[in-house]
């Protein structure tokens, strides 16, 4: 009698402790879905930058006096290549080769502005690129940077979570993957204004 009272304890124990590990599991992965919306919302107000300065087709006649630098094409592409990375991570926002696209898209539209400030001419006229805009895109990768940093230390807790015993057979069991972090984006300075 005493050892079915003691076997029916013991499964109930480990039922019980199934249950919360399984819940904590979920809980992470969920904590770890939605840093990446926050960090969707974040890149996404970058792209939408890069969009609205170019418009339909071309950028501003103010901004430019005319002239279609030779850069305005590269940002504009390195944006929709961060906007259907977006898209792509945005289903599986764990997926490792779908985080490392969305870190490779974020570092090209870096390259991208950077190159529009390097290549922004410094003559007597001063240069192309207004300071406010140039202060705005420094902002919006700053927040984007922080956003960054916490999703990648959600996506480490729950890392963590489903690497230590006995966790880890749940998380084999009910198909819990790794997930990837994402590398820290180049943060601009922001020009004095």
């Known amino acids: 009698?005493?050892?079915?009272?003691?076997?029916?304890i013991a499964a109930a124990v480990l039922l019980f402790w199934?249950?919360?590990?399984y819940?904590?599991?979920?809980?992470?992965?969920?904590?770890?879905?939605?840093?990446?919306?926050?960090?969707d919302i974040e890149l996404?107000?970058?792209?939408?930058?890069?969009?609205?300065?170019?418009?339909a087709d071309e950028p501003p006649e103010s901004l430019?006096?005319?002239?279609?630098?030779?850069?305005w094409g590269g940002l504009q592409g390195a944006a929709s290549q961060l906007r259907a990375s977006l898209a792509?991570?945005?289903?599986?926002p764990l997926d490792p080769e779908r985080i490392e696209a969305l870190g490779s898209a974020q570092a090209v539209l870096a390259v991208a502005w950077d190159r529009a400030e390097r290549d922004d001419a410094h003559d007597l006229a001063g240069p192309?690129?207004?300071?406010?805009?140039?202060?705005?895109?420094?902002?919006?990768?700053?927040?984007?940077?922080?956003?960054a940093e916490r999703f990648s230390r959600a996506v480490e807790q729950y890392n963590a979570a489903?690497?230590?015993?006995?966790?880890?057979?749940?998380?084999?069991?009910?198909?819990?993957?790794?997930?990837?972090?994402?590398?820290?984006?180049?943060?601009?300075?922001?020009?004095?204004?």
């Open 1 to 8: 009698m005493t050892s079915s009272v003691a076997t029916w």
């Open 18 to 21: 199934a249950v919360g590990a």
């Open 23 to 39: 819940n904590r599991l979920v809980r992470l992965r969920g904590d770890a879905n939605a840093a990446f919306a926050a960090l």
């Open 44 to 55: 996404g107000r970058q792209v939408e930058l890069v969009d609205t300065l170019v418009g």
């Open 64 to 71: 430019f006096d005319g002239t279609q630098p030779s850069f």
């Open 88 to 92: 792509a991570a945005r289903h599986r």
């Open 128 to 147: 192309r690129l207004p300071e406010t805009l140039m202060a705005q895109r420094a902002q919006l990768a700053l927040q984007g940077a922080a956003t």
């Open 162 to 193: 489903i690497a230590q015993f006995p966790a880890l057979l749940l998380a084999w069991l009910f198909g819990f993957k790794r997930g990837a972090t994402l590398p820290p984006p180049p943060v601009p300075k922001a020009p004095a204004v």
